[in-house]
């Protein structure tokens, strides 16, 4: 099984540019998630969908929009590039059901450089 | 704000050694607590997890040790050996719609051969 792919692997964006990053699961997972990580500050939470048709806030939402496409696909959309929304982004999903510890599975990352 | 906590930032040890990590918490609305294992080019990957009812957990050579008075929980790599050498992270998770985690800052750990 693929798990949990991420297009593309790397991207060099022009401050002001717009890019999608996608994200599909194979796993059949109700939830998805995007994250961002930074040197020292660990993972942050940019958005989630607890399931298709939904999507929420996370902890760094702004200057990002997504899509829940359908239950495989989860998009991410920077409509206009910052230099300080150059990090790795990394798309994840999980089996999530109330009362269940269930795992996230992460693909593996998109580097994004904004210049 | 950053609700885990985690120390040290850095970490050497040599192989065979003892390998600890430290993980404080403040939301105890907290109530599942995994460690992720990254190398480098790769996403994270599920080491370990535990339940706060519950004040130690053992996988092979992985334990988590889990003091809810306290708000911590730590991970231990006995008999460290150079794969083990990577970054981890702790986290802390809400039961809810999703799961949502809440990431320490990391720990590169090196074990010296």
């Known amino acids: 099984n693929a798990g949990v792919t991420q297009t593309p692997k790397f991207q060099v964006l022009k401050t002001g540019q717009s890019m999608t990053l996608q994200c599909a699961q194979d796993m059949n997972h109700n939830s998805m998630y995007w994250y961002r990580q930074d040197p020292g500050m660990g993972l942050r939470l940019i958005y989630y969908?607890?399931?298709?048709?939904?999507?929420d806030k996370g902890e760094v939402p702004n200057g990002y929009n997504v899509s829940r496409l359908n239950k495989r696909e989860f998009s991410l959309r920077l409509e206009s590039a910052a230099p300080s929304q150059t990090s790795v982004y990394f798309c994840?999903?999980?089996?999530?059901?109330?009362?269940?510890?269930?795992?996230?599975?992460f693909g593996q990352g998109t580097r994004l450089t904004v210049v | 704000q950053q609700q885990v906590k985690q120390s040290p930032q850095s970490l050497i040890v040599q192989k065979g050694g003892i390998s600890i990590i430290n993980c404080a918490y403040e939301n105890t609305a907290f109530d599942y607590f995994p460690w992720y294992q990254q190398f480098p080019g790769k996403g994270p990957a599920l080491l370990i997890a535990?339940?706060?009812?519950?004040s130690e957990k053992k996988e092979g050579r992985f334990t988590i040790s889990f003091n809810k008075s306290a708000k911590q929980f730590s991970l231990h790599i006995m008999d460290s050996q150079p794969g083990d050498s990577a970054t981890y992270f702790c986290?802390?998770?809400?039961?809810?719609?999703?799961?949502?985690?809440?990431f320490g800052s990391g720990t590169q750990l090196t074990v010296l051969p």
């Open positions: 535990i339940r706060p009812d519950v």
């Open positions: 994840a999903s999980s089996r999530t059901r109330t009362g269940e510890n269930t795992e996230a599975f």
């Open positions: 969908s607890a399931s298709e048709g939904t999507t």
């Open positions: 986290a802390a998770s809400i039961l809810g719609s999703a799961r949502q985690l809440t």
